[in-house]
């Protein structure tokens, strides 16, 4: 059996690629470096820089804190299956957070940043599975230093009972820092997640121009758009928005790009699209999150496009004069909440020179700082004069326009905005 045929079939035996297809295992084992180490030997010392992600085959590893301290700890001893390092994938200036050492002969799997980030577009099912993972380590790490710093609090009381009241002003600020620190933690991963999944390059398609731009709150949404070359003349166009933030809402928003994704390539009927992916929402839904969401099929020849509108807020179709294109009105159900969603397809043929605006509620509902939303009527306005402007050009100077709107208030959601023009 040649290597790469050996590291296949290792990796059938880890969990964490359990929704890696079959067919793409030679080419993710190609990716992988297969290093051993001996018992006692050091893979990387804690502060060290990180960019590499290492999975355990076989043997087992120590993590320790504070190696060779006073305060040296184990946290865990972690044997086949487990994956270590994954924080390096998220963040290329960060250091190593704990010691890792064989205890026994180990044999790891090993995966730079560069073939990690196009694991994760290629099996956007795999950004699910790390994500998950990596959150129930951070609410695990949580809990464990929380335990921590009771146990020392505990004994700090009854060394210094004089001491009660200053003690418990301490105990609430490092409650607080604790507190503080794991959400930073929790908003970072969340952000990465959501960058890396979204798409990095604009797909090239005859006859359209495409913008994209997106604005993150700092409590990280979970605004989704996706451009899909389904053929040289079709374009697919998504746009979304998930119900919840931080975590949960970049892990739900990784899963639905996948399913909309996969179904979209089956070149289906955008609302039967939009049914299969609420039904595997509906199965694989269990944190009761939602999404709402446009998704369409442009035809670049017929200038034709076919829409469903899932409880998103209603697109914009303006001819090149700059007067709007009323499609009609339509319904439409968000994702993730019944069996027997509601939608309804729509269809419009655009005369040469329109532009099609998808965006997300961020957007409407930016405030200024007496409160006022920037609303869909003023929205709709700022988007008038700008005919002359390259797809790009026009989502910039939107953004810019609501950004003078707020004038320095707190933007409370994220903002996103898809333009294409039709020539």
Same mark, same amino acid.
């Given at each position: 059996?040649?290597?790469?045929?050996?590291?296949?079939?290792? =990796?059938?035996?880890? +969990?964490? @690629? #359990?929704?890696?297809?079959?067919?793409?295992?030679?080419?993710? %084992? $190609?990716?992988?470096?297969?290093?051993?180490?001996?018992?006692?030997?050091?893979?990387?010392?804690?502060?060290?820089?990180?960019?590499?992600?290492?999975?355990?085959?076989?043997?087992?590893?120590?993590?320790?804190?504070?190696?060779?301290?006073?305060?040296?700890?184990?946290?865990?001893?972690?044997?086949?299956?487990?994956? =270590?390092?994954?924080? +390096?994938? @998220? #963040?290329?200036?960060?250091?190593?957070?704990?010691?890792?050492? %064989? $205890?026994?002969?180990?044999?790891?799997l090993k995966m730079n940043h560069d073939s990690f980030r196009v694991l994760l577009h290629r099996q956007p099912e795999l950004a699910f599975e790390v994500t998950r993972q990596l959150s129930l380590r951070l609410r695990n790490t949580d809990n464990a230093i929380i335990h921590g710093l009771q146990e020392k609090n505990h004994e700090l009381a009854e060394a210094y009972a004089e001491l009660a009241s200053a003690y418990a002003e301490l105990q609430a600020a490092q409650v607080q820092i604790i507190e503080k620190e794991r959400l930073e933690i929790e908003l970072q991963v969340a952000r990465?997640?959501?960058?890396?999944?979204?798409?990095?390059?604009?797909?090239?398609?005859?006859?359209?121009?495409?913008?994209?731009?997106?604005?993150?709150?700092?409590?990280?949404?979970?605004?989704?758009?996706?451009?899909?070359?389904?053929?040289?003349?079709?374009?697919?166009?998504?746009?979304?928005?998930?119900?919840?933030?931080?975590?949960?809402?970049?892990?739900?928003?990784?899963?639905?790009?996948?399913?909309?994704?996969?179904?979209?390539?089956?070149?289906?009927?955008?609302?039967?699209?939009?049914?299969?992916?609420?039904?595997?929402?509906?199965?694989?839904?269990?944190?009761?999150?939602?999404?709402?969401?446009?998704?369409?099929?442009?035809?670049?020849?017929?200038?034709?496009?076919?829409?469903?509108?899932?409880?998103?807020?209603?697109?914009?179709?303006?001819?090149?004069?700059?007067?709007?294109?009323?499609?009609?009105?339509?319904?439409?159900?968000?994702?993730?909440?019944?069996?027997?969603?509601?939608?309804?397809?729509?269809?419009?043929?655009?005369?040469?020179?329109?532009?099609?605006?998808?965006?997300?509620?961020?957007?409407?509902?930016?405030?200024?700082?007496?409160?006022?939303?920037?609303?869909?009527?003023?929205?709709?306005?700022?988007?008038?004069?700008?005919?002359?402007?390259?797809?790009?050009?026009?989502?910039?100077?939107?953004?810019?326009?609501?950004?003078?709107?707020?004038?320095?208030?707190?933007?409370?959601?994220?903002?996103?905005?898809?333009?294409?023009?039709?020539?």
């Open positions: 059996m040649s290597i790469e045929q050996d590291i296949s079939s290792g =990796l059938r035996r880890i +969990s964490l @690629f #359990d929704s890696v297809e079959e067919n793409a295992l030679p080419e993710l %084992a $190609r990716s992988l470096e297969s290093i051993r180490l001996d018992a006692g030997r050091v893979l990387f010392y804690e502060n060290d820089p990180g960019d590499c992600f290492y999975i355990i085959v076989e043997g087992n590893l120590e993590i320790i804190k504070a190696f060779g301290s006073t305060e040296e700890r184990l946290l865990k001893d972690w044997g086949p299956g487990n994956f =270590l390092g994954e924080m +390096s994938m @998220f #963040d290329l200036e960060g250091r190593r957070s704990a010691t890792v050492r %064989a $205890r026994t002969p180990t044999t790891l990465e997640v959501q960058e890396s999944i979204l798409p990095q390059t604009l797909p090239a398609i005859p006859g359209i121009d495409l913008g994209v731009l997106t604005r993150p709150a700092r409590a990280v949404g979970g605004d989704l758009y996706d451009l899909i070359a389904l053929n040289e003349n079709c374009l697919g166009v998504v746009i979304g928005d998930v119900s919840d933030k931080g975590v949960p809402a970049a892990i739900f928003m990784a899963l639905a790009r996948g399913l909309l994704r996969a179904e979209a390539s089956r070149m289906a009927p955008p609302a039967e699209v939009l049914r299969e992916v609420n039904r595997h929402l509906l199965d694989m839904n269990t944190a009761g999150l939602f999404i709402t969401v446009i998704y369409g099929v442009l035809d670049c020849r017929s200038r034709r496009f076919t829409f469903v509108r899932a409880g998103h807020e209603l697109p914009f179709f303006f001819r090149n004069d700059g007067t709007e294109i009323f499609p009609g009105n339509d319904h439409g159900q968000a994702l993730g909440l019944f069996d027997d969603v509601l939608l309804e397809e729509r269809c419009i043929t655009l005369p040469p020179g329109s532009r099609i605006v998808l965006y997300t509620d961020g957007a409407t509902d930016a405030v200024n700082p007496d409160d006022e939303r920037f609303g869909r009527k003023r929205l709709r306005e700022s988007m008038r004069p700008h005919g002359l402007f390259s797809a790009q050009e026009f989502c910039e100077t939107i953004f810019e326009t609501i950004a003078q709107f707020q004038d320095g208030a707190p933007q409370a959601d994220d903002m996103a905005m898809v333009a294409i023009d039709v020539h």
